[in-house]
Antibody
Framework: EVQLLESGGGLVQPGGSLRLSCATS????????MSWVRQAPGKGLEWVST????????YSADSVKGRFTISRDNSKNTLFLQMNSLRADDTAVYYC?????????WGQGTLVTVSS | DIVMTQTPLSSPVTLGQPASISCRSS???????????LSWLQQRPGQPPRLLIY???NRFSGVPDRFSGSGAGTDFTLKISRVEAEDAGVYYC?????????FGGGTKLEIK
């Protein structure tokens, strides 16, 4: 059974940093691209970032480019999202997802709240 | 960026009746590899999104056959043949043909 479990969310002040993790199991992690998608409270879905299976290629939304970095550790089956210079409009539930063009499995999400 | 427009915003449907949601993209979603990366996702209240349909019309594992997808180019449709209570939630279309990936604004399916 494919499982994706996000962690690392919480309350952070504007300008602060957080590192999200997504522990995976039930599939060959190193064989799949992975993505992050976020959802602001009461709003729709927004794609954040995608990383290739080997970790050598990344793509990011303009809204997070230069502030967020996606990475992965294939030896630990874990995906990461380093978030710096956080702003109030980054407040959202962040979902870890398997896939590149189709996001077939989603985690439960972790809530990031940016507020003073 | 490809803009995904869903209609209607909200759809009240009687149990057992059909439902249909439309999604239109601002550009063709045909990829150079021959595929069209249009997906449909369901988000039940308090739950993460779940993949229903991928590449326009392929039902994902475990998805009931009352869900079907169709379309081509820039116009796509999700149909539910007979709505059940568990189908209540918000439905999103998503394009995976170009970066940035983009989603429709969502359609709330309300069961009467």
């Amino acid at each position: 059974e494919v499982q994706l479990l996000e962690s690392g969310g919480g309350l952070v002040q504007p300008g602060g940093s957080l590192r999200l993790s997504c522990a995976t199991s039930g599939f060959t992690f190193s064989g799949y691209p992975m993505s992050w998608v976020r959802q602001a409270p009461g709003k729709g879905l927004e794609w954040v970032s995608t990383i290739s299976s080997g970790g050598d290629t990344t793509y990011s939304a303009d809204s997070v480019k230069g502030r967020f970095t996606i990475s992965r550790d294939n030896s630990k089956n874990t995906l990461f999202l380093q978030m710096n210079s956080l702003r109030a409009d980054d407040t959202a539930v962040y979902y870890c997802d398997r896939g590149l063009a189709t996001l077939d499995f989603w985690g439960q999400g972790t809530l990031v709240t940016v507020s003073s | 960026d490809i803009v995904m427009t869903q209609t209607p915003l909200s759809s009240p449907v009687t149990l057992g009746q059909p439902a249909s949601i439309s999604c239109r993209s601002s550009e063709s979603l045909g990829h150079s590899d021959g595929n069209t990366y249009l997906s449909w996702l369901q988000q039940r209240p308090g739950q993460p999104p779940r993949l229903l349909i991928y590449k326009i019309s392929n039902r994902f594992s475990g998805v009931p056959d009352r869900f079907s997808g169709s379309g081509a180019g820039t116009d796509f449709t999700l149909k539910i043949s007979r709505v059940e209570a568990e189908d209540a939630g918000v439905y999103y279309c998503m394009q995976g043909t170009q970066f940035p990936r983009t989603f429709g604004g969502g359609t709330k399916l309300e069961i009467k």
